[in-house]
Each structure stands twice: as C-alpha cells, then as structure tokens.
C-alpha cells in the first residue's frame, strides 16, 4: 500500500480481554518495527522483524506481548489479560530493509497507530 | 547504550520566528538521524533523514544538521508558522548490534512541543 495502515484506530477493551492489534507495512518493506507511547512519554520500542523473524524482542513488557509476522508482510501485535498500564499508543513503522550488518540508510516511516484503553 | 535527548522539552515563540530545536546523543556509532513531527493523537510525520556520512538535509524552511562526533544535531525552522505547532522528535538508529544496545531500532527523544501563536 502507499503507507503503514493499523488497525482498528481505537480500542477500548476490559481488563482481562485479549486483544490483537494489525500493522500493514508499505509493500515490499521487509523490516517492521512496533513501538508505544504512553500518555506524555516518548517512543518506547517493542520488537523488530525482518522479514517474519524477530531479531530483537527486547522490548516486549512481559509474556502477555506476543506479535507475529506472515508472509514478509502483514504482524499482529497481540496482548493477553490486558491491564489498565496496557494503555497507550501502539504505533507501527516499516523500512525497506535492515539487517545491522550493511550500512545500508533507510528511514522509518510510521503508520497512524492504535489507540488503546483498557477499563 | 545509545541515549538521546532533546532540548528544550518546550518552546512558545511568535509567528515569523526561526527556531532552532536541539537533539544530542550519546553514541556517535549511529547510521542514520531521522527528525519527525507529531501531531497530538496522530501518528509520526517523517521530516528529515541525515546519513551518518552527511552533514545537513534541507526540505522547505526546515533544515537538519548533524554532527555525528560531537553527538548532535539541529532541526532550525525557518519563519515559523502557527501550523508548526506541533511536537518534533529527533530518532537516531544504532550502529549495529553490539555497540548499539539493540538491533538497529530506533532510539527516540523524548521530544520538543512546540507552539506558535499568531
């Protein structure tokens, strides 16, 4: 697609509810990242495929994150037992290609995010 | 670990003002800086990426320095506009695995929100 679509926008959800949250990358983009940002943080790093690995997981808060990748091309970021810290901004971002082994430069570019509250 | 920061944390200035937003780091072993604009409840706007090897990228009345020795960069915007307002991050990406911390993520400030008044 012409950029980094997310969905659904908004979710609000109970606590204790699973939810999935969808990042389509702009096509051909191997690399995809996921970030959060809480209300009046900064940009907190989650996880980074390439392609449909995942490299580096290091951010992910604990073992209710999980997020997969099919096909080089659509991940799901989902939460199990959501809790009420869970809350924030789940943005999305896609490069053409990143290994850490080149020196190859590609930006980021970032999709609008998911809003998600959970009460 | 690659730190990033940005100063200041806010800035009110008059219409037609240039402004001049500051980002240090604290690893200069970086690939690439990015600044991006954000608008509140929206996502990221892609601004400028300067290249470790590059000095300077220019687009429109925005124009990113870099410093990569010194750990710095600069966005200055020229004759600033109410529709500026908004909050500017400056993102740098690690050079490679072991030295950055991480596997080429971007690190982020924590920003700078502006406003323009008329």
């Known amino acids: 697609g012409a950029g980094v679509s997310q969905s659904p926008s908004n979710k609000v959800t109970e606590k204790g509810k699973d939810v999935e949250l969808r990042c389509d990358p702009i096509?051909?983009?191997?690399?995809l990242y996921w970030y959060r940002q809480s209300l009046g943080q900064g940009l907190e790093f989650l996880i980074y495929f390439q392609g449909n690995s995942a490299p580096d997981k290091s951010g992910l808060p604990s073992d209710r994150f999980s997020a997969e990748r099919t096909g080089g091309s659509v991940s799901t970021l989902t939460i199990q037992r959501t809790q009420q810290e869970d809350s924030a901004v789940y943005l999305c971002?896609?490069?053409?290609?990143?290994?850490?082994?080149?020196?190859?430069?590609?930006?980021?570019?970032f999709g609008s995010g998911t809003r998600l509250t959970v009460v | 670990k690659q730190e990033v920061t940005q100063i200041p944390a806010a800035l009110s200035v008059p219409e037609g003002e240039n402004l001049v937003l500051n980002c240090s780091f604290t690893?200069?072993?970086?690939?690439?800086l990015q600044w991006f604009r954000q608008d509140p409840g929206k996502g990221l706007t892609s601004l400028l990426l300067?290249?470790?090897?590059?000095r300077e990228q220019t687009s429109g009345r925005l124009n990113a320095s870099l410093d990569k020795s010194s750990g710095r960069s600069t966005l200055y915007i020229a004759a600033s506009q109410p529709g500026d307002s908004a909050t500017y991050l400056c993102?740098?990406?690690?050079?490679?695995?072991?030295?950055?911390?991480?596997?080429?993520?971007?690190?982020f400030g924590a920003g700078t929100r502006l406003a323009v008044h008329p």
């Open positions: 690893d200069s072993a970086i690939y690439n």
């Open positions: 971002a896609s490069s053409l290609f990143d290994t850490g082994l080149t020196r190859l430069n590609y930006g980021y570019t």
């Open positions: 096509s051909g983009h191997t690399a």
């Open positions: 993102a740098v990406k690690g050079d490679g695995p072991l030295r950055s911390g991480g596997y080429n993520k971007l690190i």
């Open positions: 300067i290249q470790s090897s590059q």
